[in-house]
């Protein structure tokens, strides 16, 4: 490792000339003219890519401080240009930026004052000049902000604006538009620690650097920039990456990841627990084609995600309509029809997800959004866009059909995308309707622990069921606690529940475990399905709220299978 790590003096400020001219190198390494990173240039052929409706244009007057809003700037392709991916902070940094409004239009394209822009602003036009190149864009003046039919078209075509854009700063230190790219730092947490080793017994001898195992997760991936939602898809899509971090610069294409610390290579070694879509980014596009024969992509995809934050829960799906796009077209199911976040050719176990602990990812609890027929709606109940939560998938891992029994038939699938030209974006309505059979919560006996007594766990959105003598435990998992509130009855204080107004929808079974490891039987279910309840009235329209698994491995499965099957629509 020794020939990676960088023997240069390392300053207190990363605006350093030595920075500098490491930027440029990274940049310049990354050229058509560098066969090995041919791949970073067959990604999008600039001359053949879109070029975005506005680019904020740096060389438009005679002073070198002139900028304006370039309004066609189309018809001069190919056009390489530089995005900047930041966080906006909260309020009221937020509305101190002066950012494009339809009033705006004919002055910004005149010029935009280079004295009312904020730090961060500032900081990255100077990086994009000093890199030499022309054009930048930033969400803030290249949609205009108060005029949704462009926001619409502008955020549904955001993914490709990324993926076909030269280069993205990211500002990941920057905890909102009015810091800077550059920070001051403590020189010694970009120098490596050396530390002589003499474990005989281990037969370990000689000098070692000390490298923290998670130095790519702490330093990138870890920052108020990586927790937005709309930055997943910015990263993943990007073809190169210059990362200003809080400590020290990252550089990362679709062949190298470097930073001042290892300047030619970061070690494969220190980024070995980080997937593939969560590193920096500057992805490998032919070779994710391939990946995608890995059956958890989306999944992994979509549990990051839900992971971070969203200002507005109505941009859930159109800030990660870029990534489903890329997804589709590189997709060995090319007809494959998506559905508010889930791909109808793996339906069954995208419908098989859980809140993490009932939590979002700021570890407030986990909330609905609206049902279908508000203002708000977002996604259908059965989607984890429907939830403000940390996802997991269940059958993420195990794929594999013939492991399981289907217990429901998918009769049809139906969407109404907001926008038409995005089917990947917003929806108005979505709906599966399907035959299975519907338990009632009647037939079973609720209560708040596992065992009855208040040592055994009692986690926040789990209520568990018994038939019989305390047999067939079901433990169910609640999306939103506010959907499952059953009264209490005189043997509360004992952990007893009453019923709760919801039935139980299987999905799949498993009932050929005769070569599982008898440790692992408690961690694989031999039934799963949907908690629902019916979501106005009479009928047979049904609502999501929640989970359930059985964990009895097998026995007493009658509760549940050879029961009267009914037509259900889930919305």
Known sequence: ????????????????????????????????????????????????????????????GDTHKAIRLSLSPGERAPLPYVTLSYTWGPNPAHELLPLLRKNALGSFAKEIPYGTLPRLFQDAINVVRRLKFRYLWIDAFCIIQDDE?????????????????TLNIAAGGAINSHSSLFTERDPSLVRL?????????????????????????ANVLQTPLNHRAWVLQERMLSKRILHFGKHQLFWKCCIDTACETFPKEISRHLDIDTPFFTSLGGWDLDRFKYSLTRKDVWFEIVE???????????????????????????????????????????????????????????????????????????????????????????????????????????????????????L????????????????????????????????????????FAFTGLFRNAV???????????????????????SPPDFALLPLISRQNQENVDDRKLWQIPDLEGLLVARASGKGNKYRRVGYFKSVSHGKHLSAFLGLKRSEIVLV
């Not at 052929?45 to 070029?51: L, P």
């Not at 038939?409 to 030209?421: A, F, G, N, V, W």
């Not at 519907?438 to 037939?443: A, E, N, R």
């Open 149 to 165: 039919r462009d926001w619409q078209r502008e955020s549904a075509v955001m993914g490709d604006i990324y993926r076909n854009a």
């Open 304 to 422: 990051t995600y839900s992971n971070c934050q969203l200002t507005k829960e109505s941009d859930k799906l159109i800030a990660l309509s870029g990534i489903a796009r890329m997804v589709s077209e590189r997709s060995r199911e090319n007809d494959d029809l998506y559905l508010a976040g889930i791909w109808r050719s793996k339906l069954i176990p995208s419908l098989l997800w859980l809140v993490v602990n009932g939590k979002a990812a700021d570890g407030s609890p986990c909330q609905r959004t609206p049902a279908y027929g508000s203002a708000d709606y977002v996604a259908p109940s059965w989607s984890w866009a429907s939830v403000r939560g940390k996802i997991v998938y269940k059958l993420r891992d195990d794929l594999d059909c013939s492991k399981y029994s289907c217990l429901v038939d998918i009769l049809e699938t139906h969407i109404l995308p907001k926008d038409i030209q995005n």
């Open 475 to 497: 433990a169910c998992i609640i999306d939103d606690m506010k959907d499952c509130t059953p009264p209490k009855t005189f043997l509360s204080n004992l952990g007893f529940l």
């Open 1 to 60: 490792m020794e020939e990676l790590v960088s023997d240069t003096f390392v300053t207190d400020h990363m605006d350093s000339a030595a920075n500098w001219d490491l930027m440029q190198s990274w940049i310049n390494s990354c050229s058509p003219t560098n066969d090995s990173h041919c791949i970073c240039h067959n990604q999008n052929s600039v001359a053949n890519a879109d070029v975005p409706s506005r680019l904020i244009d740096l060389e438009a």
């Open 193 to 217: 620690c050396r530390v002589e080793l003499d474990w005989p017994k281990n037969d370990v001898r000689g000098s070692f650097f000390a490298v923290g195992s998670d130095f790519l997760r």
């Open 424 to 463: 990947y974006g917003q929806v108005r309505a979505c709906y599966i309707r399907l035959q299975g059979t519907l338990v009632s919560s009647l037939d079973f006996i609720w209560t708040r622990y596992y065992v009855l007594n208040e040592k055994s766990e009692k986690n926040y959105n789990v209520l």
